[in-house]
């Protein structure tokens, strides 16, 4: 009997999918995969396919269940421990999600620009006043998301190199302990800014000592004090927006750009036309797909493709492999920022479809032709297969970026 294909693999180009994906999709929309564990899974390459099983209500992103797949040893803790919003199921999901809805909806979202605008200016000067070669993941890609996610939530960004860290922690520890302990160190942080919070509610608004305010100001007010959450919840949803809310902006701003600059006619095409920037953000989140293993676990037997994904198996969607479907997207591996590519599903799809997306188009938009018109002469400072690329267990993207810019 055929070993099934490991899962996941590392991308040895930082933005081409694995080259064991390739074989992956040649044999059909659903293939079997074994992971770490030696135990088996299905990943789901095809675009249609991917799009049915997302609004299957069989297949359940709870991770607490027992049987729920694991990428790595590191996520095996994860299964112990509630979390929020992208690992439960409704009705619970559905109540998280509808306390969030409006301030990530589209004009709420759109109120932000002139901020983030401010925001990208003022990292931008500093960065050319330190003049090349700059890291542009620690001088650009991770601030800007971080200082925006911070102001939304009421969040002090001068501990961004705290929660910065701890994400690493979670996201890409070693083992399972270790992410843990990054897991309950955000925890212990969120749940005091949550008590900081519910105590500058009952105080007067002069209260100097009281954190900045923002959402978790409101959710404190309008969830907490009226008893629909407890502090505990808050916290676990707030660690969710936290988290997602900079680690994976970080890694379109930083491996667009360094998809930008080795495509230089695509570079061209948006430097001469600054109006695709849309397209051509659509088209990065395509060709990147950075969050490229979405993990669910079917609670009934599913019918898909001709296969039967029986109850109790885990079930994945490789992203880097779905939006490169050619079905959808003729000449799938070519960047093309002229695209219509609105259709990917780098966002997921179904109820758990990224609720930030709105605001990640957006940094995205302004963060790519702010750093392309001030920074003309932007360029590697090193070859491109110097640029340390992040491990295929996590969000895609780039550990450092060396750029310089000007005379060489």
Not at 51 to 57: F, G, K, P
Not at 112 to 135: F, S, Y
Not at 288 to 304: G, H, M, N, W
Request: one cysteine or more.
């Amino acid at each position: 009997m055929t070993q099934a294909a490991p899962f996941p693999q590392d991308r040895t180009c930082p933005y081409h999918p694995p080259a064991g994906y390739r074989p992956l999709s040649e044999q059909g929309p659903l293939s079997r995969i074994t992971l770490y564990d030696h135990t088996e899974a299905w990943v789901v390459t095809g675009h249609a396919e991917a799009q049915a099983l997302l609004t299957d209500d069989r297949l359940s992103a709870n991770r607490q269940n027992p049987a729920f797949p694991s990428l790595a040893p590191r996520f095996e803790l994860s299964r112990r421990v509630r979390t929020a919003l992208l690992g439960v199921d409704d009705p619970e999901h559905n109540r998280q999600r509808r306390m969030l809805i409006p301030p990530f909806g589209v004009k709420r979202v759109a109120a932000m620009r002139p901020r983030i605008q401010h925001l990208v200016d003022q990292l931008l000067d500093a960065m050319l006043e330190q003049g090349p070669p700059v890291d542009l993941v620690s001088a650009f890609a991770l601030p800007v998301p971080s200082m925006v996610i911070c102001e939304l939530l009421g969040v002090p960004y001068a501990d961004h190199d705290f929660f910065e860290e701890a994400s690493r922690r979670l996201l890409r520890g070693k083992t399972a302990d270790e992410s843990e302990e990054a897991r309950l160190d955000l925890m212990d942080y969120l749940v005091g800014l949550v008590d900081r919070k519910s105590r500058a509610a009952g105080s007067r608004p002069t209260d100097t000592a009281a954190p900045a305010e923002g959402l978790l100001d409101d959710l404190v007010r309008e969830r907490l004090h009226t008893g629909e959450v407890d502090r505990e919840e808050l916290a676990r949803i707030a660690l969710i927006l936290l988290v997602a809310g900079h680690e994976t902006t970080a890694n379109m701003i930083s491996l667009g750009t360094f998809t930008l600059l080795e495509h230089p006619e695509q570079l061209d095409a948006l430097r001469a036309e600054p109006e695709l920037i849309r397209d051509a953000v659509e088209e990065l989140l395509r060709f990147l797909s950075i969050a490229d293993a979405l993990q669910r676990i079917a609670t009934a037997d599913i019918e898909v493709a001709g296969q039967t994904i029986r109850a109790g198996e885990g079930v994945f969607l490789a992203a880097s492999a779905i939006n490169r479907d050619a079905a959808v997207y003729p000449e799938p591996d070519d960047l093309d920022v002229r695209r219509s590519a609105r259709h990917h599903l780098a966002f997921g799809f179904g109820i758990h479809q990224c609720l930030g997306q709105n605001l990640a188009r957006l940094e995205l938009e302004i963060a790519f032709t702010s750093l392309l018109a001030r920074v003309p002469g932007l360029r590697l400072a090193v070859p491109p297969d110097e640029v340390p690329i992040k491990p295929g267990d996590t969000i895609q993207g780039l550990i450092e970026l060396p750029v310089s810019w000007g005379r060489g």
